[in-house]
């Protein structure tokens, strides 16, 4: 079983910046695509954006966080950041980390992927 855990979530003021973590758990997500959802209450599931194998290298991004957001990955440790600048209020969400073995052209569906992460919660306050 994949399983993930999130961790950089926080209140944050608006313009401000976080970065989220995604790591496997006694896995390296190296050679896996990695993507990021948020959900917002009351609201459908987001995909933010999506990271390819390290080889490939390949990132996708929403069109409402992109210029704002930088997903990457540190290959020696196995780990995956979503950078998230200029953050507004409307940003607020639960972000969940996916994992899964898939080449992306675009925003994979959320059950394209093998692996979720609980999630970690960002509000940015106005």
């Known amino acids: 079983q994949w399983q993930l855990v999130e961790s950089g979530g926080g209140l944050v003021q608006s313009g401000g910046s976080l970065r989220l973590s995604c790591a496997g758990v006694?896995?390296?997500?190296?050679?896996?695509?990695v993507g990021w959802f948020r959900q917002a209450p009351g609201k459908e599931r987001e995909g933010v954006s999506v990271l390819d194998e390290e080889y490939t290298g390949n990132a996708y991004y929403a069109d409402s966080v992109k210029g704002r957001f930088t997903v990457s990955r540190d290959s020696v440790k196995g780990t995956v950041y979503l950078q998230m600048d200029n953050l507004r209020p409307e940003d607020t969400a639960v972000y969940s980390c996916t994992v899964g073995s898939l080449t992306p052209m675009g925003l994979p569906s959320y059950d394209s992927y093998n692996g979720w992460g609980q999630g970690t919660l960002v509000i940015v306050s106005s």
């Open positions: 006694g896995f390296s997500l190296n050679k896996y695509t």
